[in-house]
């Protein structure tokens, strides 16, 4: 309340909470700005992504499964996300996540990308963006120049993209010039070094040659730019509050996200304004673009949002056959030696499951499921057991002629072996 009456910040970014939560906060900031605030969200997957209660769709790796004449539902799963931004009062969402994932060791992109085949990225981000943006709702491609070719976390570090130009062109660069050539409303820059774009090595979203030369003039894009979150380490490692918002501005950003310190930020920001480091014409640049964007949003006067049913009216019927829709279709057969799937004369075959990870005390629905196909034992292994336990599983375990393994809550990465314990891994080998 503070920033907004005080400061006049122009918008928020919601990251926790409930719908019912949210609502009620929302209506109180919005109550308190003098100009309707600018809402967004990462919402990759979703509202879900960052509020309980609502529905999440599956992560854009897995979607990167589904068959290509299945794609118009992604385009669908753009349209009800849009629809869960409206209803809880949100106007920007920052997604889709628009980087190439061609390094397992990325320890931060991973699974929110769609893949590794840039044509296939571009495609699938279009799709989504237009099923937002005809919804009314920002899309913002992210993070440009592309992060997928990274070791290290820019919430962090600053990670070095180590590509010469002719690598960047060919890989990371082709879906963002898809999403500017589709029409996409807003990009996100990242925090990262990029000695091939800018020989100064600094974050990227300080650097003029990055956000003005190119992905302003070389590549022609129009709409809002938004930096990453301004208190990553990535950036306030390098440089400090303050000259960290006014570099970002002189660079040619139009939003300045989270800001660890507003009060210092704005200071030191009109304090290069009054000196003219940072001219007027700049400032007025990005207002206009930020105030096209609002009242492309219809925040002409302040929403108010209903409370009503709004948990129902976030997780409907037709969401959640989509979202099934989507699962069932981006589910992959990897490898199946010795043609062990689909599995033959179940009558025949003493078969049990084994879980790792989760809670013990559950029977989770994957259990449940192969259950109903026929009589099956079940068994749980923690996600970092012990030798005995791991010494009395496999003694369980022994009689039975096929058992069937699920990795429940565990890691996400390939970086760390998925939360595999190694322990664990050979007994799954044997």
Same mark, same amino acid.
């Given at each position: 309340?503070?920033?907004?009456k005080?400061?006049?910040?122009?918008?928020?970014?919601?990251?926790?909470?409930?719908?019912?939560?949210?609502?009620?906060?929302?209506?109180?900031?919005?109550?308190?700005?003098? =100009?309707?605030?600018?809402?967004?969200?990462?919402?990759?997957?979703?509202?879900?992504?960052?509020?309980?209660?609502?529905l999440?769709? #599956?992560?854009?790796?897995?979607?990167?499964?589904?068959?290509?004449?299945?794609?118009?539902?992604?385009?669908?799963?753009?349209?009800?996300?849009?629809?869960?931004?409206?209803?809880?009062?949100?106007?920007?969402?920052?997604?889709?996540?628009?980087?190439?994932?061609?390094?397992?060791?990325?320890?931060?992109?991973?699974?929110?990308?769609?893949? %590794?085949?840039?044509?296939?990225?571009?495609?699938?981000?279009?799709?989504?963006?237009?099923?937002?943006?005809?919804?009314?709702?920002?899309?913002?491609?992210?993070?440009? #120049?592309?992060?997928?070719?990274?070791?290290?976390d820019?919430?962090?570090?600053?990670?070095?993209?180590?590509a010469?130009?002719?690598?960047?062109?060919?890989?990371?660069?082709?879906?963002?010039?898809?999403?500017?050539?589709?029409g996409?409303?807003?990009?996100?820059?990242?925090?990262?070094?990029?000695?091939?774009?800018?020989?100064?090595?600094?974050?990227?979203?300080?650097?003029? #040659?990055?956000?003005?030369?190119?992905?302003?003039?070389?590549?022609?894009?129009?709409?809002?730019?938004?930096?990453?979150?301004?208190?990553?380490?990535?950036?306030?490692?390098?440089?400090?509050?303050?000259?960290?918002?006014?570099?970002?501005?002189?660079?040619?950003?139009? =939003?300045?996200?989270?800001?660890?310190?507003?009060?210092l930020?704005?200071?030191?920001?009109?304090?290069?304004?009054?000196?003219?480091?940072?001219?007027?014409?700049?400032?007025? %640049?990005?207002?206009?673009?930020v105030?096209?964007?609002?009242?492309w949003?219809?925040?002409?006067?302040?929403?108010?949002?209903?409370?009503?049913?709004?948990?129902?009216?976030?997780?409907?019927?037709?969401?959640?056959?989509?979202?099934?829709?989507?699962?069932?279709?981006?589910?992959?057969?990897?490898?199946?030696?010795?043609?062990?799937?689909? =599995?033959?004369?179940?009558?025949?075959?003493?078969?049990?499951?084994?879980?790792?990870?989760?809670?013990?005390?559950?029977?989770?629905?994957?259990?449940?499921?192969?259950?109903?196909?026929?009589?099956?034992?079940?068994?749980?292994?923690?996600?970092?057991?012990?030798?005995d336990?791991?010494?009395?599983?496999?003694?369980?375990?022994?009689?039975?002629? =096929?058992?069937?393994?699920?990795?429940?809550?565990?890691?996400?990465?390939?970086?760390?072996?998925?939360?595999?314990?190694?322990?664990?891994?050979?007994?799954?080998?044997?």
């Amino acid at each position: 309340s503070t920033l907004i009456k005080d400061y006049g910040i122009g918008g928020l970014i919601f990251f926790q909470g409930g719908p019912v939560r949210q609502t009620r906060l929302l209506n109180r900031f919005q109550s308190q700005s003098r =100009v309707p605030l600018l809402v967004a969200m990462d919402g990759e997957w979703g509202a879900g992504m960052r509020l309980d209660s609502v529905l999440k769709f #599956p992560y854009q790796m897995s979607l990167g499964a589904v068959p290509v004449a299945d794609s118009l539902l992604i385009y669908d799963m753009g349209r009800e996300v849009a629809r869960q931004f409206t209803r809880l009062g949100m106007q920007v969402n920052f997604a889709p996540v628009v980087d190439v994932n061609n390094n397992p060791a990325n320890p931060v992109i991973g699974f929110r990308a769609w893949g %590794e085949n840039p044509a296939a990225v571009a495609r699938l981000s279009r799709l989504y963006m237009k099923g937002m943006q005809d919804a009314g709702v920002l899309a913002v491609a992210k993070h440009f #120049p592309g992060h997928g070719d990274v070791d290290a976390d820019s919430h962090l570090a600053l990670p070095v993209v180590r590509a010469d130009r002719e690598r960047l062109e060919d890989l990371e660069l082709p879906p963002f010039k898809s999403m500017i050539a589709n029409g996409i409303g807003g990009m996100m820059v990242a925090h990262l070094s990029v000695p091939a774009l800018d020989t100064v090595r600094g974050p990227s979203t300080l650097s003029k #040659p990055i956000v003005t030369g190119m992905l302003r003039e070389q590549l022609g894009f129009k709409g809002v730019v938004f930096t990453d979150a301004m208190n990553m380490k990535g950036l306030i490692s390098q440089v400090p509050t303050g000259e960290a918002e006014v570099r970002a501005l002189l660079a040619g950003n139009d =939003v300045l996200e989270f800001s660890k310190n507003v009060p210092l930020a704005l200071a030191t920001v009109l304090a290069a304004v009054d000196s003219g480091r940072i001219s007027q014409a700049r400032i007025d %640049e990005s207002c206009r673009r930020v105030l096209a964007l609002k009242q492309w949003s219809g925040l002409r006067k302040k929403p108010v949002i209903s409370e009503k049913d709004i948990i129902a009216d976030l997780n409907p019927a037709h969401a959640r056959y989509l979202a099934h829709r989507l699962t069932a279709r981006s589910i992959t057969l990897l490898r199946n030696q010795g043609n062990l799937l689909p =599995v033959q004369r179940l009558d025949t075959l003493r078969m049990a499951t084994l879980v790792l990870g989760g809670n013990p005390a559950d029977t989770t629905d994957f259990q449940k499921a192969v259950a109903s196909y026929a009589p099956m034992a079940h068994f749980h292994l923690p996600a970092a057991p012990t030798l005995d336990e791991l010494v009395d599983i496999r003694a369980k375990l022994f009689g039975y002629d =096929v058992v069937l393994v699920a990795l429940q809550s565990l890691g996400r990465l390939p970086a760390t072996n998925f939360g595999i314990a190694p322990e664990a891994n050979l007994l799954l080998r044997e």
